[in-house]
T-cell receptor, first 112, second 114 residues
Framework: QKEVEQDPGPLSVPEGAIVSLNCTYSNSAFQYFMWYRQYSRKGPELLMYTYSSGNKEDGRFTAQVDKSSKYISLFIRDSQPSDSATYLCAMKAPGGYQKVTFGTGTKLQVIP | GAVVSQHPSWVICKSGTSVKIECRSLDFQATTMFWYRQFPKQSLMLMATSNEGSKATYEQGVEKDKFLINHASLTLSTLTVTSAHPEDSSFYIC??????????FGDGTRLSIL
């Protein structure tokens, strides 16, 4: 079993829809959770960064962490064609040099 | 936000050539830099972690004599692919982090070996 599981998609939604992206994990030591967006042939861009459980909102993006279920989510409201990209979840345990574990990424397509 | 610059963005060269890729943190001091390799439709594969002024730590299965990493300053790390062969063709991405903060990525280098 992989440490981090993420549905690769692709996920196609109409413009304006609410998108839900999810990851599950098995390592209970993970405390820091991140979401990255990666456009084709570009490096990943940090979208959200959260510590421990709870919600964090930034514009149209909301990140949720449920440590009891080992489940994290990224919600995108009012999705736009420009949101079409691959979304990678990432997580790490405490400690400055702890390695980050990435999900395989979910490819999202927002159709105009 | 934090900016990481990676150069070149694309390189094509003949088999047997050595290729150097640069990674710079432009607006922060990176105590740690990471080098990844990404195959099409796959996630990031960590190759090595480097801390400024010390030797890089390579992941299992990554040849350190093949992939030379230098982290000479808090803003610059280089990856040299020595005697590159077609199987080394890939998308190489660097990232940089300060302390325990999240990593910020460069835009990657597409390496094609003929």
């Amino acid at each position: 079993q992989k440490e981090v599981e993420q549905d690769p998609g692709p996920l196609s939604v109409p413009e304006g829809a609410i998108v839900s992206l999810n990851c599950t994990y098995s390592n209970s030591a993970f405390q820091y959770f991140m979401w990255y967006r990666q456009y084709s042939r570009k490096g990943p861009e940090l979208l959200m960064y959260t510590y421990s459980s709870g919600n964090k909102e930034d514009g149209r993006f909301t990140a949720q962490v449920d440590k009891s279920s080992k489940y994290i989510s990224l919600f995108i409201r009012d999705s736009q064609p420009s949101d079409s990209a691959t979304y990678l979840c990432a997580m790490k345990a405490p400690g400055g040099y702890q390695k980050v574990t990435f999900g395989t990424g979910t490819k999202l397509q927002v159709i105009p | 936000g934090a900016v990481v610059s990676q150069h070149p963005s694309w390189v094509i060269c003949k088999s047997g050539t050595s290729v150097k890729i640069e990674c710079r943190s432009l607006d922060f001091q990176a105590t740690t830099m990471f080098w990844y390799r990404q195959f099409p439709k796959q996630s990031l594969m960590l190759m090595a972690t480097s801390n400024e002024g010390s030797k890089a730590t390579y992941e299992q299965g990554v040849e350190k004599d093949k992939f030379l990493i230098n982290h000479a300053s808090l803003t610059l790390s280089t990856l040299t692919v020595t005697s590159a062969h077609p199987e080394d063709s890939s998308f190489y991405i660097c990232s940089a982090a300060s302390g325990g903060e999240p990593q910020h990525f460069g835009d990657g280098t597409r390496l094609s070996i003929l």
